[in-house]
């Protein structure tokens, strides 16, 4: 194959990657009720593994089951479910391909429904549409528990067979926070200056790569900015990526946004500017500035929708892999398309994934309508996702109010049924 996308990657660690695509992180909901992996998982995971993409990486999996992204989430903080991530890792890598584990706490971005409790480097209260309640601030002695539970996490993951790890620093989740000064207003080592504030990110990297050993890659999935007054800047994005590297990561994955400004899918980013937006690659412009200073591969996630911005972007230099995740949800085997060079133009979605097609339109400053066209829309491929876990076809015909309706049913069902297993089995092992 010719397509400079075909290209090898050697990783520091030594481990190879036999393309220059990425699958980058989608939460997949399909975990059981005791946030366990399940047969959908290995179908999902074996249907992408044979779609020619070079490294998939798993969606977020948490390191402590009472705080998740959202019921439906994996958890992996013991050795007592490992048969099944056994068989996920098997599936997912039945081509040849890798499979990273991503790591994540979800501090503040904790559901209501899932905490109420939720923690975060400061008591920041993330208000949208009353999904999320006010955080408690972590003690010392809970911000080295948590390092730990990275540690354990990635040690696990490797155990099981997954050929990876990738922590997840990016949109707004725990470690974002900690690197934002609008999240983290702490006067203690862990707030303050920017070597203080990322210093847990640091400390987590530092302590999973003891975990797995020098020759295990680990990689970090980072916001270029958070797009937000006051918070992670392209400044801040660009030093903590040298100190990254130094902490010996093989790749840094570049995204951008949180859940109040969610530039990671391309909307109201408001910094990007018009011309990037158009052009796709949200975050591409940044990837010299990220580059001139941490000597490490990079991965640049958001908007790539054409083969040859995605060629010309790996055969400059520019950047070391593309980063795709919706399209692999519309299109399983996009990549082998795109590597064979028998497609110019990955077929996207987002335009029409709005209210009634733009009638109320993503621009509506109607914040209760924005909040639907959002989860909406996400919900889109989270539906796409589903189908696919159980071998069926894709359907993009769907619209985004029943995706909407779908996905809080669904949602609402899984946190009764957890609750009701965990609590079963809380009382059974007593
Ligand atoms: C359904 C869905 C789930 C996602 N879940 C995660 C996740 O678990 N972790 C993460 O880092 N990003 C997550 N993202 C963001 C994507 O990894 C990616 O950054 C974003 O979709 C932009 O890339 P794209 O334009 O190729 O879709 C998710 C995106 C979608 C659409």
């Known amino acids: 194959m010719n397509s400079p996308l075909a290209q090898e990657l050697v990783l520091p660690c030594g481990q190879s990657i036999n393309n220059r695509l990425g699958k980058?992180?989608?939460?997949?909901?399909?975990?059981?009720?005791?946030?366990?992996?399940t047969p959908a998982h290995n179908q999902l995971y074996n249907t992408w593994s044979h779609?020619?993409?070079?490294?998939h990486i798993t969606g977020n999996v948490m390191v402590d089951r009472r705080y998740?992204?959202?019921?439906?989430?994996?958890?992996?903080e013991d050795d007592s479910a490992l048969e099944q991530f056994k068989q996920w890792a098997q599936a997912g890598t039945e081509a040849g391909n890798h499979l990273w584990m991503q790591i994540s706490?979800?501090?503040?971005?904790?559901?209501s429904l899932v905490n109420k409790q939720p923690l975060s480097p400061s008591e920041v209260h993330l208000k949208m549409l009353g999904s999320f309640s006010k955080p408690r601030a972590l003690t010392q002695v809970e911000i080295a528990e948590i390092i730990q539970r990275y540690a354990t996490t990635a040690a696990l993951a490797k155990e099981a067979g997954f050929?990876?790890?990738?922590?997840?620093?990016?949109?707004?989740?725990l470690i974002s926070q900690f690197l934002s000064p609008k999240t983290n207003q702490r006067s203690d080592q862990w707030g303050g200056s920017l070597e203080n504030r990322a210093r847990f990110a640091r400390k987590v990297v530092q302590a999973v790569r003891k975990a797995v050993g020098p020759d295990f890659p680990v990689a970090v999935k980072l916001n270029s900015a958070d797009f937000q007054k006051g918070g992670f800047s392209l400044e801040d994005c660009v030093q903590v990526a040298a100190w990254l590297a130094?902490?010996?990561?093989?790749?840094?994955e570049i995204s951008g946004g949180t859940y109040e400004q969610l530039s990671l899918m391309g909307v109201e980013a408001t910094e990007v500017r018009e011309s990037t937006r158009k052009r796709e690659a949200y975050f591409l412009e940044y990837a010299a500035a990220i580059k001139a200073s941490a000597k490490v591969p990079l991965m640049i996630t958001g908007g790539f929708r054409s083969r040859d911005v995605m060629e010309q972007a790996i055969s400059s230099g520019e950047i070391d892999m593309v980063g795709l995740a919706r399209p692999l949800c519309t299109q399983p085997n996009i990549s082998q398309q795109l590597l064979e060079q028998s497609v110019d133009r990955i077929d996207d979605f987002e335009h029409n994934l709005t209210l009634g097609n733009g009638w109320l339109g993503n621009n509506s400053s109607i914040s209760l309508i924005k909040a639907i066209n959002n989860v909406g829309a996400v919900s889109f491929y989270y539906q796409q996702i589903m189908r696919l876990s159980k071998n069926k076809p894709v359907d993009t015909s769907l619209k985004v109010l029943p995706c909407f309706a779908k996905h809080m049913i669904n949602d609402t069902k899984l946190n009764l049924q957890r609750k009701k297993a965990q609590n079963k089995s809380l009382f059974s092992t007593n």
């Open 24 to 37: 980058s992180a989608m939460t997949e909901g399909l975990a059981d009720s005791l946030d366990r992996p």
């Open 51 to 55: 779609g020619g993409t070079g490294l």
């Open 68 to 76: 998740l992204e959202r019921a439906g989430n994996v958890v992996l």
């Open 105 to 111: 706490h979800p501090g503040r971005q904790c559901p």
């Open 163 to 173: 050929t990876g790890v990738q922590v997840h620093c990016a949109h707004g989740y």
């Open 246 to 252: 130094q902490d010996s990561i093989d790749l840094l």
